[in-house]
């Protein structure tokens, strides 16, 4: 190994947007000691929102004053082993998913929070912790069965394109929610029976028409007036699991006043359940194997966006790509 010193992003303030809180530093490559590993990271997944909630220090559950680390899966090639790591060698791939550990070039971590997977490419790294979470949502707090209709919003994105094809394999009919036409296409091809472009049609009026019961399982990753249809479409005993409300991240919260939410829920006996993925890791480890089995069995497809951001600094052009909407599929930026 030749380089000396790799760069990562960090955080140097709180501020209202990524950009405003960043800077890309230099430090030395450190040695791994007895129970870490070195890894060079090949790919960092790009997840907008959590960067931009964690910039604004508007994460409940994490408190961090400036400077701290930035980015959290990412997958690489182990270059070096601490004297006591036995069960990896230079050479073998890694997935990481900790807070800090995605925007950097290397990082040196105890071997045991480390994945070995197949390859380092940004299908499987999407895998880990992206489509873990759309299954662990699915079929823990969605307790999703069969012969139901599954509706996800953002449909077309790095979770929901997950959620879809999951929900479908498990026997549903699924609907999904986006803003193009050629997302629409790439929805129809994972096996939406209906996709619904928010932008040219209205979403509320496409589910009272067409799904006069309403919807059984509803996987909303963007909040604000689609929660609000949403939650309005529930069918009789309907779950909505809250997975995000992107369209809040780059803004301040809305204020709303209306009728306290268990008037909708009440006379349908629906119900709204939260979900963070790290208060479900129990669940992590079988729907890691299980989702590289459907993927290697080539029953999962896994879409990456194609557009190329090289480096870290390119991630603040990738976080604000995805907050505009325009990305197709997972976001990831390349080492
Ligand atoms: N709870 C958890 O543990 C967990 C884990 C992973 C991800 N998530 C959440 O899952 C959601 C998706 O995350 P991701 O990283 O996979 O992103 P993503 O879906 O790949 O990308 C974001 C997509 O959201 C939609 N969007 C962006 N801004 C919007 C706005 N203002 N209004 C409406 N839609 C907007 C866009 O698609 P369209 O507008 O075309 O639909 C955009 O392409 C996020 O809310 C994220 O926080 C939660």
Same mark, same amino acid.
């Given at each position: ?7 990562? &992003? #960090?955080?140097?303030?709180?501020? $209202? ?21 070195? #890894?060079?990271?090949?790919? $960092?997944?790009?997840? $907008? ?18 400077? =701290? ?5 990412? /997958? ?19 997935? +990481? ?18 994945? %070995? ?6 299908? /499987? ?16 707090a969605g307790e999703m069965t069969? *012969?139901e209709v599954v509706l ?15 929900? @479908?394999?498990?026997? *549903? ?8 036409? $050629? %997302? ?20 509320n009026?496409?589910l009272k028409?067409?799904y006069p019961n309403g919807i059984n399982l509803i996987f909303d ?6 929660f609000d249809t949403c939650v309005e479409n529930l069918a009789v005993r309907g779950r909505l699991v809250i /997975?995000? =409300? ?8 809305? %204020?709303? +006043?209306?009728p306290r939410i268990y008037h909708q829920l009440f006379w349908k006996a629906a119900s709204i359940k939260g979900f963070? !993925? ?15 089995? &459907?993927?290697?069995?080539? @029953? ?6 194609? +557009?190329? =951001? %090289? ?10 790509? !995805? ?13």
């Open positions: 190994m030749t380089a000396k010193t790799y760069k990562k &992003l #960090i955080a140097n303030k709180h501020a $209202a947007n990524f950009k405003l809180a960043i800077e890309v530093i230099d430090i030395p490559i450190p040695e791994p000691a007895s129970n870490e590993i070195l #890894i060079r990271n090949k790919f $960092a997944g790009v997840n $907008a929102g959590f960067d931009t909630l964690i910039c604004r220090g508007d994460i409940s559950y994490i408190k961090l004053a400036p400077p =701290f680390d930035l980015g959290v899966e990412a /997958v690489g090639e182990v270059i070096a082993v601490g004297s006591d790591v036995k069960h990896l060698l230079p050479g073998d791939n890694v997935v +990481t998913i900790y807070r800090g550990g995605g925007y950097r070039e290397y990082q040196c971590v105890d071997a045991n929070i480390t994945f %070995k997977v197949p390859e380092a490419t940004p299908e /499987v790294l999407t895998l880990m912790p992206t489509g873990v979470s759309a299954l662990v949502a699915l079929e823990q069969s *012969n996800v919003t953002a449909a077309a994105g790095g979770t929901g394109h997950i959620a879809v094809q999951l929900a @479908k394999l498990a026997g *549903n009919r699924v609907i999904g929610t986006c803003s193009s036409e $050629a %997302k629409a296409q790439l929805l129809k091809e994972l096996g939406c029976e209906r996709a619904i472009n928010y932008r040219s049609e209205d979403l009026q496409v028409k067409e990753c963007v909040g604000k007036t689609i /997975v995000g =409300f992107i369209s809040e991240y780059g803004n301040d919260f809305e %204020k709303v +006043t209306q963070l !993925m790290p208060l479900y890791q129990d669940y992590a480890a079988e729907a890691r194997e299980r989702l590289l089995n &459907l993927f290697y069995d080539k @029953k999962l497809k896994v879409v990456v966006d194609p +557009t190329q =951001f %090289k480096g870290l600094e390119s991630i603040p052009n990738a976080v604000e790509y !995805m907050l505009s909407g325009q990305n197709c599929g997972k976001v990831v930026v390349r080492y």
